[in-house]
């Protein structure tokens, strides 16, 4: 067990310096917005000093990794798995600033202050939501993610398909909070609190067959408001219009951020109950059937995100499509319950970080090009820009899961989690849907290469995106044939709770 | 000295660089370059080959070093006869190979680019001696080879691509599946190694794991068989190879007959006879009847072929089939004869291919019915195909006839395991007879074939057509020397897989 220390309401600030950097850097952002200033270089600068200082920030926080600090009269806790939550959170936003800076949408400085101010407490949100140890602060937090993720996906209020995006996130979204909180009225009512630690006492005590039944609805309910954010079935019709709509850089942060929150939430949330009860809550989840539950939905995740991308011919959408089985193979390594399997998760979510910015940013890169998202849009691309193209086919091979890249050591570590769980069926399905992604991706490959191009013109990009560029695919690489830190890592982020 | 192998297996890779900082327009350079890296890489392994060592059976140039330790993953790379004889068919493959690709001129630079990382990945295969490695560059192959058909291939190049990629895609996830599954139940903390194997063999006979019901060996088995099955190509895994090969521009058709399906040969022997010998041997009939069903179905297919590229694709998928039949039968002469088959087939393949390719570049047709009376204008080429059509039915004298003959003897004088059951010989003798008939359609489709496209009478249409120049004549030659050289002297080749030829036979408990 590792010390636990409760930490007043005050003295609680010292331990939420890159949060606090982040909101005031959105308030000062905020107040940017309404001067006229115009540099775009002095923009970027100011974004990109406040949020690396916050990333910085967390980064020094690293080496107290025997405690456990709670903080505002426990209601957050500061441990190694919010840790790598907050890096991944700070790391994760800090690119999607400099993809705000090159979108079209926010070309302006006023817009593009506006929206990394929301962005960063977004961020604040997101952390605060997985650092939570208390349902409400979950919940607020949650909803603080989703009303800021509609206000980014709306952000072109003049584009019919950005507008229509926007109202199906919120129509949706409101839906699944309003599934969640009732569910977390079901199980306040129960547990009588929303404290995960009273909760998890509740959950390893005596329960009744009607308590079961009880909480096996109040678990799909929360499975409703996480899998929103996870993008997993059945809360995944959402995902293909508003990745569609929203503006490209806003989807590449939807993908990876929002949905490592769905998933970082949840796993906190089992996460913690191990760590309280321990095998008892283990017995629990076996009660509710939660195992059963995640490998069906993890795999019709990925059956449909995986059989609805074959016909797509959006880039957007396909990857909205192949983020839905990206998940659902996710969903695969949480069902397995093992401190493995919650391994293999994070680490899906690391590399997938990379590759899936990467693909998202040539993505956007081409559709500045060419003025479109359709894959029509890709077509010759081999022949004008040999190494962007390139850098895309190693994105997307390494989104297939082929070595050498790093998509193949997420998948190996998830295969190899449902395997020493011995679900070897859902291995088996999981492994067939693998085969299916190879097609569509091969496809974008085949019209980048193989299909000869009818636009003379030769794009070139600046600098600075080709180092963007570089900067993504070098993880992607190498963390491909040497993942060992990397792992580490994370095994330090999840170890506590077993220890 | 330490890291030679690695040097060698990268080396490539590294002319691949070189190759990219040659200016695109220098079309001769970048040939020359590749064309004198490859011959070099040839001589080295040469080198390589020619040391005592591979005499004495063991391991060489093994190199080993800590990777992943908390998997056991090591890098370690090694020769051995098995694989320094594949080696040397790749390096013999690919000069050719290379030098039939000076007619490449659309995106030259990047194909020669693409043919490096093949090389890479190929040799990677046969030198890795860890399992996880050998998974990497197995992967590691597939990702040139579907540039390489699906931008300088024929009419239906991207389909021939996206086929070929997904049916090898599928073998690869089974064997990716095998491999987690050994990994994980690995109790030993040993590497997966090939030197290791036996230990590894011991383990998983006796383990009492088992998924759905079925032992963990029989689960292994499958994987392993699965994934290399597609590659093989076995009989109901063949249909990419007729598209993939006749798609194939020549000199990547001459690759992807002469080296990738031997990988997936390889990796039969090398992994699913490595891991799970008993599985194999207690199959063994199943096996032998597979290998039957390619050698005829490969065969009456080939028969009824209208184009002389499918033609010799089947002829393919019909003399692997023998390749099965060694493996099948468990016999020392079997098995020898099995690894000779795909030193042969490579080499004849390769030759057909190339008579295909510079028949196709001459006359834009490769329909049977469309030639005929090429020998008047021809005759070189004739000459050459003559000689590779009877090398390919099995001629005494030519290096077809000698891994035939010692897969056919071997099977007919059958296994002697302990676990053959009653009645066994009589199967294996009546199979080995069955592929002998066969051997008689080869025969009547290739000599067919020969006369269907070479005589006949002399058509005004190819009056104008030119013989092969120098370099497909030189290519040629080289090839049909190897044939007549191994043909009549096999011992050198024969003495080379000795040592895994008789692990194997220990393994599956026949002893030398």
Known sequence: ?499 | MEHILTYFIFFPVFMAFLLGAVPPQKTRWIYRIALLSTIFHMLWLFLLVSTPEIRAGQWFWVESMPWIDSLYITYSLGMDGLSALMCLLTSVVFVSAVMMSHKIQKRQKAYFILLMLLLTGIYGVFLSMDFFLFYIFWELALIPLYFLIGIWGGQRREYAAIKFFIYTMVGSVFLLLGLILVYYFNPLELPLDWANLPMHQTWILASVYSIWDIPLPVILFFCFFIAFAIKVPIFPFHTWLPDAHVQAPTPISMILAGILLKIGMYGLFRVMVGFVPVVVLNVAPTLFILGLINLIYGAFCAMYQKDFKKLIAYSSISHMGFCIIGLASFSALSLQGSVMQMVSHGLIAAMLFLIAGSIYERTYSLTLSDLGGLAATMPKLTWMGVFAVFASIGLPGLFGFVSEFLVLAGSFMGHTSPHAYVGSVYFFQIGSAIALVTLLIGAVYMLWTLQRVFFGPAEQKWALVQDINNKEFLVCSVLAILIVWFGVFPSVLLEMPQTSILQWLDWIGVGS
């Open chain 1, 1 to 499: 067990m590792m010390d636990q220390i409760h930490v007043g309401n005050i003295a609680s600030f010292a331990f939420f310096v890159p949060e606090l950097i982040l909101l005031a850097g959105s308030i000062l952002l905020l107040i940017l917005s309404l001067t006229k200033i115009q540099s775009r270089r002095w923009a970027i600068a100011i974004v990109l000093f406040i949020f690396s200082t916050a990333f910085f920030a967390s980064l020094f926080s690293l080496d107290r990794s025997t405690t456990e600090i709670r903080l505002f009269s426990n209601l957050l806790s500061l441990d190694p798995f919010s840790d790598f939550a907050r890096i991944f959170f700070l790391f994760s936003s800090l690119l999607t600033t400099f993809f705000f800076y090159q979108s079209k949408t926010f070309s302006s400085t006023k817009k593009f202050f506006e929206t990394t101010a929301f962005l960063s407490i977004l961020t604040v949100g997101l952390i605060c939501m997985v650092s939570s140890v208390d349902f409400l602060m979950t919940f607020l937090s949650m909803e603080m993610v989703s009303i800021l993720s509609y206000l980014l996906v709306a952000s072109r209020p003049k584009d019919a398909f950005s507008s229509e995006a926007g109202l199906k996130y919120i129509l949706f979204g409101a839906v699944a909070t309003g599934i969640m909180l009732f569910g977390l009225s079901l199980l306040f009512g129960m547990a009588g609190s929303s404290h995960f630690t009273d909760v998890a006492s509740f959950l390893a005590g005596e329960l009744g067959a009607y308590q079961i039944m009880a909480l096996f609805f109040c678990m799909i309910c929360l499975l409703v408001g996480f899998g929103f954010k996870m993008t997993i079935f059945p809360t995944q019709m959402w995902v293909p219009d508003v990745y569609q709509g929203a503006p490209t850089s806003v989807t590449a942060f939807l993908s990876v951020s929002s949905k490592a929150g769905g998933f970082l939430v949840f796993l906190r949330f089992l996460l913690f109950c191990m760590h309280e009860v321990g095998n008892q809550a283990l017995m629990f989840f076996e009660q509710v059937r939660l195992h059963e539950i995640l490998v069906f939905f993890g795999l019709i995740s990925m059956l449909i995100g995986n059989v609805s991308a074959l016909r797509q011919r959006n880039m957007k959408r396909l990857m909205a499509y192949s983020s839905i089985a990206h998940a659902g193979f996710m969903l695969l390594g949480v069902s397995c319950f093992t401190q493995d399997g919650f391994e293999s998760v994070l680490l899906y979510l690391t590399l997938y970080l990379f590759m899936n910015f990467g693909a998202f940013y040539i993505i956007h890169l081409r559709t500045i090009d060419t003025g479109n998202d359709h894959m029509d849009s890709f077509r010759g691309y081999g022949n004008q820009n040999i190494w962007m193209s390139i850098s895309m086919a190693i994105f997307l091979l390494s989104l297939i899961g082929l070595p050498p890249f790093s998509g193949f050591i997420a998948k190996f570590y998830i295969f190899k989690g449902l395997i020493a769980q011995e679900y070897y069926t859902a291995a088996l399905l999981g492994a067939v849907n693998t085969v299916i992604a190879v097609y569509y991706y091969m496809k974008i490959i085949k019209w980048m290469f193989l299909k000869d191009g009818n636009d003379p013109e030769y794009p070139r990009y600046s600098k600075v995106s080709r180092m963007f560029v570089i900067f993504l695919l070098i993880p992607t690489v190498v963390l491909g044939l040497y993942w060992v830190p990397l792992l580490r890592w994370i095994q330090i982020s999840i170890n506590f709770v077993y220890l």
